[in-house]
């Protein structure tokens, strides 16, 4: 029921920020946990970042990401957001966003519903 559209996505220099957003449909946006991961080619999907229900009170990242990386929520808009600053190469993969039901996780499997994902290229 739930459907997830993200934007956002470009090519970018090492160091440089971005911004990527996720635009849900349905009815019961604030009770979902949301969350980004992100492929790279070659590798597994990954967690990024997480954020709970309701609030953006409670919210994890993968190490990696720590400091550079914050994810927020605006219910009023049915919005998630991932800011990405001082990003590096290694960062370069398709990110995408997920709603869940249960409680939240880091397992793609945790999450029910997914977008198409948006492509993010660090260049050196």
């Known amino acids: 029921q739930v459907q997830l559209v993200e934007s956002g996505g470009g090519l970018v220099q090492a160091g440089d920020s971005l911004s990527v957003s996720c635009v849900a449909s349905?009815?019961?946006?604030?009770?979902?946990?949301m969350a980004w991961f992100r492929q790279a080619p070659g590798k597994e999907r990954e967690f990024v970042a997480g954020?709970?229900?309701?609030?953006?009170?409670?919210?994890v990242y993968t190490d990696s990401v720590k400091g550079r990386f914050t994810i927020s929520r605006d219910n009023a808009r049915n919005t998630v957001h991932l800011q990405m600053n001082n990003l590096k190469p290694e960062d370069t993969a398709v990110y995408s966003c997920?709603?869940?039901?249960?409680?939240?996780?880091?397992?793609?499997?945790?999450?029910?519903?997914w977008g198409q994902g948006t492509q993010v290229t660090v260049s050196s």
């Open positions: 954020i709970g229900r309701w609030s953006d009170d409670f919210t």
């Open positions: 349905g009815r019961a946006f604030s009770a979902y946990v």
């Open positions: 997920a709603a869940g039901v249960r409680t939240y996780g880091r397992r793609p499997s945790d999450y029910d519903y």
